[in-house]
């Protein structure tokens, strides 16, 4: 049974582009969230999509974005790229349902800005 | 709002001594209190959770947590740690009704030979 996986394991972009990251949930589990992690911190919560809608969301600017498809796999987007976008972001799965359950995460994605 | 905060950036323990990495959280409802561990380029893995009921918390790899609510304190322990513990732990809180998770800044343990 794979777990979560992401897509790709690192990127370089630069400053002012725009990036896509991917992730597949693990099987079975119908709900997914991303955070951010900027070295040296914990993770930062970004968003959370559930039956392709955003239900929560963190302190973000709308540069970020993201889309969760039928299969429940997801993207998150971020535009306009800048240097403090730097960091490991990190996908979760998890089944819908009462608040504890347990999120597995994917070993992230490293995006680095120049 | 909850807020969670580790008490120690770093601690260097001995192999097969006791450890202790503190945790405090600050929430105006109930919650839901993690720990997480992440080993170097990895993501992370749950330690083990305090959800309701008994306090002490057993999780995996020999690790236990005690909820203490007067002192909003989720303090994770281990008897004797292990090389293979060196990594960095997350302490985690959430509330009741959502599952949207609230990370420490993280403690790195480093097991000394």
């Known amino acids: 049974d794979a777990g979560v996986t992401q897509s790709p394991t690192h990127l370089i972009k630069t400053r002012g582009q725009q990036v896509t990251l991917r992730c597949s949930p693990k099987?079975?589990?119908?709900?997914v969230s991303w955070y951010q992690q900027a070295l040296g911190q914990g993770p930062q919560f970004i968003f959370q999509y559930y039956e392709e809608e955003e239900r929560q969301r963190g302190n973000f600017p709308d540069r970020f974005s993201g889309h969760q498809f039928p299969n429940y796999s997801s993207e998150l987007n971020v535009n306009a790229l800048l240097l403090g976008d730097s960091a490991l972001y990190l996908c979760?799965?998890?089944?819908?349902?009462?608040?504890?359950?347990?999120?597995?995460f994917g070993p992230g994605t490293r995006l680095t800005v120049t | 709002a909850q807020s969670v905060t580790q008490l120690d950036s770093q601690v260097p323990v001995f192999e097969e001594a006791p450890v202790e990495l503190r945790c405090n959280y600050s929430?105006?409802?109930?919650?839901?209190l993690f720990w997480y561990v992440q080993y170097p380029n990895q993501g992370l893995q749950l330690l083990l959770k305090?959800?309701?009921?008994?306090?002490l918390v057993k999780g995996i790899n020999g690790f236990e947590a005690e909820f203490n609510k007067s002192q909003t304190s989720f303090h994770l322990r281990k008897p004797s740690v292990h090389i293979s513990d060196t990594a960095e732990y997350f302490c985690a809180v959430s509330g009741r009704s959502y599952q949207k998770v609230t990370f420490g800044i993280g403690t790195k343990l480093q097991v000394i030979p």
């Open positions: 305090y959800l309701s009921g008994s306090t």
């Open positions: 099987s079975g589990h119908d709900t």
């Open positions: 979760a799965s998890s089944l819908e349902g009462p608040a504890g359950t347990e999120q597995y």
């Open positions: 929430s105006s409802v109930s919650v839901y």
